[in-house]
């Protein structure tokens, strides 16, 4: 795999913006310039071309290859990034053709990645997305070895490498998982502790750029990285945020999802996206120029399909249209039950919070309750769960205020009700 040195220079890029029918995803032309950007690269040019279809050798026509390497020469480039994914082969054979190094769509997000890291579980998650996509190359690349396998003395050096390389691979894998765990088991108390105190969470979610930070930052006068750039945002960070008739709700900001976000990326950041099953709601962020230029159902669906993976696509859910200060007044999509604001102009929020309070009521709510004394393991699973709000001991047993997730309550409280 030729990585890109995850270095802070800017490298001279030519971006190949290749258009293909529907089913074959890539990246949109703002999109790839955009991640060229994070990826702190200088675009010295852009190289567009239509095909029906991929060729299996160099992915693009022979006629393409010549013209875009004289493009190369002329504009002293050293790497191409193209807007798909290439297999391994394909990938080494137009680098050669070319005699720059090309970078493809995967690859580029995570080079965005490892240079955006900055937490110990962010860097380990970068290395595990790579170190996998590596372990799948090297077994591709290397798969006519294994006809070697023989006794002894028959074993090929080929054949010795790849295992050497694999078992390698394979060990750090390991290591990587072991620690992420940690991580995640840590965060998970971490959360089990904001449960305890009692607040409901709301975890924003959307397509990376989508202004997530910034709505973050609004809502709670947090100071985290805003920028213009996909990816800005890597680890989830939580701040406690006021909310009309609710003691208070936490709110989670997260990283950008992307279209075809690779496989490997979200196994890595499961733990980072775990915050999304803490969530009591979520709060779907869409820039609203792409609901205007793609249509609402677009503009989601690719958001949506992420969060099905993730098995997190039955929550409640908050739409959220942003930077409505960019459209002139009469292009402002009014869809019912969307929020449309200005994170950056702090305009809309008053509906939006209580629009949050809402959805959280709903799926919410405060009961008093009577716990029997013979009942002390109720009693002990509303403590564990942060639920009380009050409590006072009575003759007859425990009168509690609860605020609970209505399923719960019904669930665990439904015959010592007394309000
Ligand atoms: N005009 C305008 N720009 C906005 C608004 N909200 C965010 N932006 C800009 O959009 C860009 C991306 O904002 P972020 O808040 O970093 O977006 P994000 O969704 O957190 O992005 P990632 O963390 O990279 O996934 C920044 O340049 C913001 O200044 C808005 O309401 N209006
Ligand atoms: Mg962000």
């Known amino acids: 795999m030729a990585l890109i040195q995850p270095t802070e220079q800017s490298l001279c890029v030519a971006l190949l913006y290749v258009t293909l029918p529907d089913q074959y995803q890539g990246a949109s032309s703002a999109e790839l310039t955009g991640l060229a950007e994070a990826a702190h690269c200088q675009v010295s040019t852009v190289y567009t071309l239509k095909q029906k279809r991929p ?43 070319l005699c720059v190094e090309v970078i493809d769509r995967t690859e580029l997000i995570l080079h965005i990645f490892a240079l955006h890291a900055r937490s110990f579980a962010g860097k380990l998650q970068v290395e595990l997305a790579q170190l996998t996509r590596l372990s799948t190359r090297l077994i591709r690349g290397w798969t006519h070895l294994e006809r070697q396998k023989g006794g002894i003395g028959l074993r ?31 965060r998970q108390q971490t959360s089990h502790a904001g449960r305890q105190s009692r607040y409901p969470t709301a975890v924003l979610v959307g ?40 003691e208070g709700v936490l709110l989670i900001d997260t990283v950008g999802f992307i279209r075809g976000l ?23 962020v869409v820039d609203v120029a792409e609901v205007i230029n793609r249509g609402h159902d677009a503009a989601c669906a690719d958001v949506k399909e992420v969060l099905t993976q993730l098995e997190a696509d039955h929550l409640p859910t908050v739409m959220v249209y942003n930077k409505k200060d960019l459209m002139c007044g009469s292009d402002v999509v009014s869809e019912v039950d969307v929020c449309c604001v200005s994170a950056l102009q702090c305009d809309g929020l008053d509906r939006l919070k209580d629009t949050i309070g809402q959805r959280i009521s709903e799926a ?5 309750v009577l716990i029997p004394f013979d009942q002390a393991q109720l009693r002990a699973l509303c403590y564990e769960h942060g639920w009380i709000l009050s409590a006072q001991e009575t003759d007859t047993g425990w009168l509690l205020t609860i605020q609970a997730p209505r399923a719960d309550l019904l669930a665990h409280l439904n015959p010592y009700f007394i309000d």
């Open 55 to 97: 060729y299996a050798k160099l992915f693009i026509g022979k006629g393409h290859v010549e013209a875009l390497k004289q493009v190369c020469l002329e504009h002293t480039v050293t790497h191409v990034l193209i807007n798909h994914d290439l297999s391994a082969s394909c990938q080494k054979h137009l680098s050669e053709a």
């Open 156 to 186: 090929g050096p080929g054949e010795t490498q790849l295992e050497t390389d694999r078992r390698l691979i394979t060990r750090r894998i390991k290591t990587i998982r072991k620690k992420l765990d940690a991580v995640r088991s840590q």
């Open 207 to 246: 397509y990376t750029n989508s202004g997530k930070s910034t709505l973050f930052n609004a809502l709670t006068a947090a100071n985290v990285l805003c920028a213009g750039y996909p990816f800005a945002t890597l680890d989830p960070v939580t701040r406690r945020m006021e909310v009309p008739g609710l």
């Open 262 to 284: 690779p496989p490997a990326i979200i196994e890595a950041f499961h733990a980072t996206l775990d915050a999304v099953h803490e969530a009591d709601v979520l709060i779907h």
């Open 364 to 368: 919410y709510c405060q009961r008093v």
